[in-house]
């Protein structure tokens, strides 16, 4: 009966969930769970419970089962049971197509969500949760994890000065700036407040992330907007703090966040226009 859903669904068979596991490590876009096995509510309960997998919807999947079976495979996390002992082929694509274009939507609608309506790159709502996944998964894996806190120097005058209108094209080049300056598919860049932006970068180690820093320095500065009201230049700048980390279960994501602002803060106090670090 799967013959015909691999003709429009790639199909990944793993016996154990250890095997499932590092299926999804390998592929980024696992998209929904068909479980079939004797052990049905129990696995269900499993998969939902598993950190890695609990975002991604589940199909139990049996045969000729009782409606026992059912209600327990829905109760334990299931969010539909099709019985291929009582459905045609055609019958299952249809219902897998369904959830599949239904999932589809919503993580649409969910990407609009957290995305910043001006910039278009992630909001903070994003960023907060990418920063405790990262920092969970750089806990398990013993990696490094770096947060970059980039802030426009003299941005409130600016705005004044200039106008909304300015001051939000402004806005825009920065946030351009900053993700042509952080290329891995891991790195995550967003906008934390009015003039605020943030990068996570994932297995990075601090001196890497300094120069990535530095960069953005410049990059900004060569971006040549008049800005005849800071403090510190004639032209837009910003200041940057850097905080580096070797997560450990002890410890939360805050510590970094914290550090990295209190380096954004020593940046601002040093005259701005700079990148300031520190590794934890």
Same mark, same amino acid.
């Given at each position: 009966m799967t013959d015909k /859903?691999?003709?429009e669904f790639h199909l990944l068979n793993a016996e154990t969930m250890d095997e499932l596991l590092a299926l999804v490590g390998e592929r980024k876009r696992? $998209?929904?769970l068909l479980v079939y096995t004797e052990s049905l509510a129990a696995d269900c309960a499993?998969? #939902?419970?598993? $950190?890695? /997998?609990?975002? /991604?919807?589940?199909?139990?999947? *049996?045969?000729? *089962?009782?409606?026992?079976?059912?209600?327990?495979?829905? +109760?334990? *996390?299931?969010?539909?049971y099709i019985d291929v002992g009582n459905v045609s082929a055609t019958v299952l694509e249809a219902r897998v197509r369904s959830l599949y274009e239904l999932k589809a939507r919503g993580d649409q609608l969910a990407e609009i969500a957290r995305l910043d309506a001006l910039t278009a790159v992630p909001n903070r709502?994003?960023? %907060? $949760?990418?920063?405790?996944? $990262?920092? #969970?998964?750089?806990?398990?894996?013993?990696?490094? /994890? +770096?947060?970059?806190?980039?802030?426009?120097?003299g941005f409130t005058a600016f705005n004044e000065h200039y106008g909304a209108g300015v001051g939000d094209n402004c806005l825009k080049r920065i946030a351009k700036v900053v993700e042509n300056n952080c290329l891995r598919a891991a790195d995550v860049v967003a906008r934390f407040d009015s003039d605020e932006f943030v990068v996570l970068l994932p297995? +990075?180690?601090? %001196?890497?992330?300094? #120069?990535?820093?530095?960069?953005i320095c410049r990059a900004v500065a060569a971006l040549d907007l008049i800005h005849e009201y800071s403090d510190c230049s004639d032209i837009v700048t910003v200041s940057i703090g850097v905080a580096s980390i070797d997560p450990s279960q002890d410890q939360d994501y805050k510590l970094l966040v914290n550090e990295a602002e209190e380096m954004l803060h020593s940046a601002q106090q040093h005259g701005g226009n700079q990148a300031l670090g520190v590794a934890l």
């Open positions: /859903l691999e003709d696992v $998209e929904m499993q998969l #939902r419970a598993n $950190e890695q /997998l609990r975002g /991604l919807p589940i199909l139990a999947v *049996g045969r000729y *089962g009782s409606e026992q079976m059912q209600d327990e495979a829905i +109760t334990a *996390g299931a969010i539909d709502y994003y960023f %907060e $949760e990418a920063i405790d996944v $990262e920092w #969970r998964r750089c806990c398990r894996e013993f990696n490094a /994890l +770096t947060l970059i806190m980039i802030d426009v120097d297995g +990075t180690e601090f %001196e890497n992330a300094m #120069r990535v820093g530095e960069n």
